[in-house]
């Protein structure tokens, strides 16, 4: 099993939704990153928090620590948001197997 | 700033050839590591290193070899490639452990 499990694996949504990806963990992690993987295999850091939320333009991630669970949400999605989005311990030993987003026009 | 550089992109190595993996960074970090990632698996983290001389294995370190003799550099040998080691490598640093990563572009090597 997993330490740090994500759902759901594919989503397909229409632009404009609110999308919602979800991580769980069962292992003790004091913080928690969120990466975005571009199509052309390039990845970025989005996130990094250890409690409450952080926003970064349509972007907001939450973090809740005693209940070992973290969220991505995008709003008014876009197809450039098409990615895999990842998430991971901060001790960079954990990580999700990506949750691949497909944003239709 | 170049950020975090990979050579080569693309290697097709044959069984029993060895060959390094180049990662530098020019952003002065003190945290360096290697991943590699395989379809369905996920990101798994090869070897790592908090600083200049300073090297450790992380999950899946068997075949793979580091040293950091400086800041900037943080090779990566493959000492005597095998068809399981087909994957894509992708290079990591950070200020510190724990924080904010910048990826390299990742390197797609084929063991035949």
């Known amino acids: 099993k997993n330490e740090v499990e994500q759902s759901p694996q594919n989503l397909t949504a229409q632009e404009g939704e609110f999308i919602t990806i979800n991580c769980s963990y069962s292992?003790?992690?004091?913080?928690l990153h969120w990466l975005q993987q571009h199509p052309g295999g390039g990845i970025v850091s989005l996130f990094m928090l250890s409690s409450g939320k952080k926003k970064h333009g349509r972007l907001i991630a939450t973090i809740n620590i005693q209940e070992k669970h973290s969220s991505l949400h995008i709003t008014a999605s876009h197809p450039r948001d098409s990615a895999v989005y990842i998430c991971?311990?901060?001790?960079?030993?954990?990580f999700g197997t990506g949750t691949s987003l497909t944003v239709i026009p | 700033n170049a950020g975090v550089t990979q050579t080569p992109k693309f290697q097709v190595l044959k069984t029993g050839q060895s060959m390094t993996l180049q990662c530098a960074q020019d952003m002065n970090h003190e945290y360096m590591s290697w991943y590699r990632q395989d379809p369905g698996m996920g990101l798994r983290l090869i070897h790592y290193?908090?600083?200049?001389?300073?090297?450790d294995q992380g999950e899946v370190p068997n075949g793979y070899n580091v040293s950091r003799s400086t800041t900037e550099d943080f090779p990566l040998r493959l000492l005597s490639a095998a068809p399981s080691q087909t994957s894509v490598y992708f290079c990591?640093?950070?200020?510190?452990?724990?924080?904010?990563?910048?990826f390299g572009p990742g390197t797609r090597l084929t063991v035949t």
């Open positions: 290193s908090v600083g200049a001389g300073i090297t």
């Open positions: 990591a640093s950070s200020y510190v452990s724990g924080r904010e990563q910048y």
């Open positions: 991971a311990g901060a001790d960079q030993f954990y």
């Open positions: 292992v003790g992690i004091s913080a």
